[in-house]
């Protein structure tokens, strides 16, 4: 979840609650409603149109995303009960958290913007406690550089 120590503010996201009660049932929707406020969506996430969260359920942790292209909802979820029809509780779950607090997600853009404004020595500052704290990361920082 998003720390409160620095103060954030979100961009508008043409997401309605009426969008995302139809794509799914009355039970599947009452069912997502528990997950809004609460402790077991993580790692919120907002990549220009695009929500990502992962979902701490009971029986797992659940990779969810829901993409805005044009007027249509474009959803995956990696718990059991996904499916390409009907949305499970988490995207459902995901697109209430985003309409009820917007600003409980991580946008990648601000941050970009944010890091564009930081000189060389911290942004090195930054990257190096990125590092520690994940070493998956030296792979990726580590590879060729396209031109």
């Known amino acids: 979840m998003m720390s409160t120590d620095t103060p954030t503010y979100h961009r508008a996201l043409p997401l309605t609650a009426a969008q995302i009660e139809q794509m799914c049932s009355d039970r599947v929707y009452r069912m997502a409603l528990r997950y809004v406020k609460s402790c077991h969506v993580t790692e919120r996430l907002r990549i220009g149109s695009s929500l990502s969260a992962k979902f701490h359920g009971t029986r797992g942790i659940y990779n969810t995303r829901l993409a805005l292209s044009g007027r249509d909802l474009r959803f995956e979820c990696t718990c059991p009960l996904a499916g390409s029809r009907e949305a499970c509780k988490h995207v459902i779950a995901l697109g209430l958290t985003w309409i009820h607090q917007p ?45």
């Open 103 to 147: 600003e409980s997600f991580h946008d990648l853009d601000l941050t970009l913007t944010r890091l564009a404004n930081l000189s060389k020595s911290e942004l090195i500052t930054l990257i190096r406690q990125a590092a520690n704290r994940l070493p998956e990361l030296i792979p990726l920082l580590d590879a060729p550089r396209k031109p």
